[in-house]
């Protein structure tokens, strides 16, 4: 306590022009960016680096808890904290609350201190990888994209694939099994590009491909033991809103499912699945991988505007042994009521207990609709909370489950409505939710410096076992060819 | 006058002709450079270039690109790096070789630097690569006489991580000394060392072994391309709104360009000429049929995103101010995030116009253009002009699946018919499309029926037909 008590004064007496004991005290919260005011975080999360919005020429912020303190201090508005620190601090308050002070030296050379605001540490530990694409916020065009790792635990990234071994291609849906590192699949388009399949670190290249479909795999999951892959094939239009607010419009023209079998290289579907009058799409796998769950809406018609009548309906089909049901049944009615809703990107937890969809106006392409919001249903009895206090007025969507059920990461473009960033959400045991957290980064200014978008974040337990040059070296190779099989 | 004398004098005499040649023939070239990028002074960004090898040459070239904004700064510069570079060849060959063959080598290094610098994708990290290599060889040399094997791949791997391919040139450099002392066994250490640290480069820096080799980037001298000069220089004239400038340049040229013919009725349009204006072109352009899409030249999207900025359909506006920032040098392009900032103004979402304020607020040249343009703090003349703009924006509430700008500029007329600017646009369309009673029922739906007859002699002959 004397020692923090030295570097508090010393720190003051270096940097500040004022006397410390000039501090007026302000009854309001201050304005930080990311906003981490009253968040719950996991004990292993890296320290919540911010910006202090408030105009002022240096910060003070100190983070309590009991009679533990650690400090951070700067002369501009950028407050870092010691990794080190910042850990033995959290570790010590796991399942409280922290204290968070800000006193800012403003212009004038006056002190102020905010009133203090708290952060919750869960008792519940996060996944310490996170994997997205980073693209510009426009997904007509791209260059220069590439497929990051980051461990949450710390700052530390690495490239899965990046564009420099692509030439320049496009990549795009990355996915693990139920948050198994060793177990993964992303896709680089292109000349020489594939389905790159990682099992424990040995990478195969596949076309998930048979002359009947309509388009190679686009959105897709793995089974938990990574013998299946449900994917949707789909003829993906983009278009553009005249209202300038709106931005993209992006749908399909067709779209099926099908199931991809890794050890025999197999690809199966029903005539449920690949429905020609309807769109079947964002499948993904129950987390025992007895039961498909996908969306399905008639097939759009004529005109491009008549998309804002797709409604696409939630719905699940058994699946056991690589057979694909007789049945469909529907979860999510698109049409209830007065209202019409579109489901999009279901979610399983990896317990099984709750499902996570995103509920948009209409169509299928939530990431440029201001009024997407996340639902999660209680698969035990049905219920759906409506998440409220985890939306936001902009666009909350591409969410995955922590490899425990506990977290929730998910892409929400709420800080501005165009560039998207990984925000968490806990889950406790009786399904109530926190109020989401922003990825911390190194540099407080990070978001405010990146143009570009964090693209279906995804956690997984560990870091991928294979490196770009890995990557590089099953890109060179000739691809894994699939047959179609007649449905089972 | 000595030999030597006058040796040194045609270096620097060389230097001084190519300064005058790059500001006379590519002095545009070096502003699109800096347009092309973003320097932006922040502790997070600087931490960025840490991640790639070269960092030192990555860094100092952006540093210096940023001033590539006023006028003479590129030129000097490149001229400068190049006579710095002739400087330190002269004090490696001078010592090698005999004064005449070091004389002709470092004249030739000289020229082949100054047409390099007419490479169209040209950055000035290559120059400092080139002085780097030189530089760090001719020190090491100083330290260490060209003595012992590992104080040269240490001096090696550093030159590597500040300055990427000038550790070739400094193995080249090595090697040849050692050849010329007769160190057989050596000589050829340092080249093979330079060959392979790019293998581990790799493991680092996460790219193929020729981009680790190469580094930042190597060209190959080139001619000037003063097609691409004049495409950049009526881009440039119309950014800075010298409208007589533009104008001037267009009609100068013995057939106005497809792009220049673009830039010319765009001024016209703005000081109400434009179906006057537009007679007296062979074939008129006018932009309403270019369609842009990932494969199209940079210039292009450029152009499309003034065009549609001016017509006022801020959805196609932002839609290209992205395509450029996408296919710019790093995905930063310094004049897209200023129009993305316009754009959202203008669209009165501030929030994300304020994301590029603060972006622009770290820069040097711009942070004056931000202060204005902070939608908090709205400079009074350019919340004029945002209002403006506003009120000639689309709203209609349509979903495209192309840039068919025919739908565009009825869509625009239907949001507010006093777009004069869109209503010109379509009429002279249809005009140089021969589509006369397109035309007709054009002109009785947006001048008739609202109320505004537009009485332009072309008009008139058309309607008369």
Known sequence: MKRLYLILTLFLLTFCKSNPVDVKQLDILPTIYPDYIGVSIPPNIAPLNFLVRDSCKSVLVSVAFEDKKITASSRNNHVRFDIGEWKALINNAIGNDIEITVCAEKEDGEFYQFKSFSVHVEKDSIDAYLTYRLIEPDYEVFSRLKIEQRCIENFDRKDICNHNITNNSCMNCHTFAFNNPNTSLFYVRGANGGAILNRNGMLRKLNIKTLDMASSSVYGHLSKDGRYFVFSTNVIIPGLHADAAKRMEVFDTKSDVYVADFETNEITTSPLLSDTARSETFPCFSSDGRKIFFCSAPVLKNNVNDIKNVHYDLVSIDFENGKIGSHTDTIVKAEYGDRQISVCLPAVSPDGKYLIYTEADYGTFPIWHKETELRMIDLQNGTTDSLLGVNSRNSDTYHTFSSNSKWVVFASKRDDGLYGKPYFFHIDTDGKTTKPFALPQEYPDFYDNCLKSFNIPELSKGAVPFSTKDVESVLKMESEDFIKESHK | ?465
């Open chain 2, 1 to 465: 006058m000595t030999h030597e004398k006058l040796k040194k004098i045609s270096f620097v005499l060389l230097s001084l002709v190519s300064f005058m040649v790059f500001h006379i023939l590519y002095k545009y070239h070096f502003f699109i450079q800096e347009q092309n990028r973003v320097f932006i002074w922040s502790e997070q960004y600087f931490a960025e270039y840490l991640s790639q090898n070269s960092i030192l040459t990555r860094f100092l070239g952006d540093f210096l690109t940023q001033f590539f904004y006023y006028l003479y700064v590129g030129p000097v510069i490149a001229a400068a790096l190049i006579l710095l570079s002739v400087i330190e060849s002269y004090r490696y060959f001078d010592k090698i070789f005999d004064k005449k063959l070091s004389y002709i080598i470092i004249l030739s290094i000289e020229i082949v630097l100054i047409f390099t610098v007419f490479d169209n994708s040209f950055k000035i990290d290559y120059l400092l690569s080139i002085l780097f290599g030189l530089l760090s060889y001719n020190i090491h040399s100083k330290c260490f006489k060209n003595e012992g094997i590992v104080p040269a791949v240490a001096s090696l791997l550093i030159v590597y991580y500040l300055a990427g391919f000038a550790q070739i040139i400094f193995a080249v450099l090595y090697a040849v000394k050692s050849l010329k002392q007769k160190q057989l066994k050596v000589f050829w250490v340092l080249p093979a060392v330079a060959l392979i640290i790019p293998i581990f480069g790799h493991r680092f820096f996460q790219t193929t072994y020729k981009n680790n080799l190469a580094y930042p980037k190597l060209y190959a001298p080139a001619l000037p391309d003063s097609y691409a000069e004049f495409s950049y220089s009526i881009a440039t004239e119309y950014y800075f709104k010298h409208f007589d400038k533009v104008e001037q340049m267009a009609i100068t040229q013995d057939t106005m360009t497809a792009q220049s013919g673009i830039y010319y009725n765009m001024v016209q349009a703005q000081r109400d000429l434009l179906p006057d204006k537009i007679k007296s072109q062979k074939i008129p352009e006018l932009g309403t049929l270019v369609h842009i899409d990932e494969n199209s030249p940079l210039e292009a999207i450029n152009l499309m995103n003034d065009f549609y900025y001016l017509l006022g359909d801020m959805a196609m506006a932002e839609r290209a101010a992205i395509m450029a920032q996408v296919f710019s040098t790093e995905n930063r392009n310094v004049k897209m995030i200023k129009r993305l900032c316009e754009i959202n103004l203008v669209t009165g979402d501030t929030a994300i116009a304020m994301k590029y304020v603060r972006i622009l607020e770290k820069t040097l040249i711009y942070k004056d253009w931000a202060k204005r343009h902070n939608p908090y703090t709205l400079d009074e003349k350019v919340e004029k002009e945002i209002l403006e703009k506003r009120k000639f924006c689309n709203t209609s509430n349509s979903i495209r699946i192309n840039d068919n700008c025919r739908e565009i500029l009825i869509e625009l007329l239907e949001s507010n018919p006093e777009n004069t600017i869109a209503l010109d646009y379509l009429l002279c369309t249809d005009l140089i499309l021969g589509q006369v009673n397109t035309f007709k029922a054009d002109y009785y739906k947006f001048c008739v029926q609202n109320g505004r007859k537009r009485l332009k002699p072309l008009y008139i002959e058309a309607l008369s037909k």
